[in-house]
């Protein structure tokens, strides 16, 4: 059996954004809003919990850039930093990619409850009778 190629250890330069040492920042190539960006360790590792402090650093120096840039060109009105760690979390590439979503007012009727609903039946916790 052959090993899967990773997507983002073979990343065209021209994909690139921005890069530090240790990671990139690229536009998702299946965004979900408007300036939807990955940041990525350039270290081929699964988990963010595998990083090193210095490679810590990093991905979040770039999360912080690319946060900068979607606000001064496309001013959302808030974000989704979110992070599928595992195949139980929906991670569908193995390397550890940061997802930075902006949102912007009207894009759905209803945002509450933002990451909580990759669990939708415990999403709308507001409304539940304690």
């Not at 954004?17 to 965004?31: R, S």
């Not at 946060?67 to 193995?94: C, M, R, W, Y």
């Not at 990619?97 to 909580?116: E, K, S, T």
């Amino acid at each position: 059996m052959s090993e899967k190629i990773c997507p983002f250890c073979t990343l065209p330069a021209t994909r690139i954004v921005q890069q530090n040492e240790h990671a990139v920042w690229l536009m998702d190539g299946f965004p979900v809003s408007p300036g939807h960006s990955l940041v990525i360790p350039k270290r081929h590792v699964g988990s963010f919990f595998e990083v090193s402090p210095d490679e810590r650093t990093a991905l979040f120096e770039l999360l912080e850039q690319a946060k900068q840039s979607v606000e001064a060109e496309l001013h959302p009105d808030g974000f989704n930093i979110g992070i599928n760690d595992g195949p139980a979390a929906g991670q569908t590439v193995p390397h550890l990619h940061i997802h930075l979503i902006p949102r912007y007012l009207g894009d759905l009727a209803d945002p509450r409850g933002g990451v909580r609903w990759v669990i939708a039946d415990k999403a709308n916790y507001w409304s539940t009778k304690v």
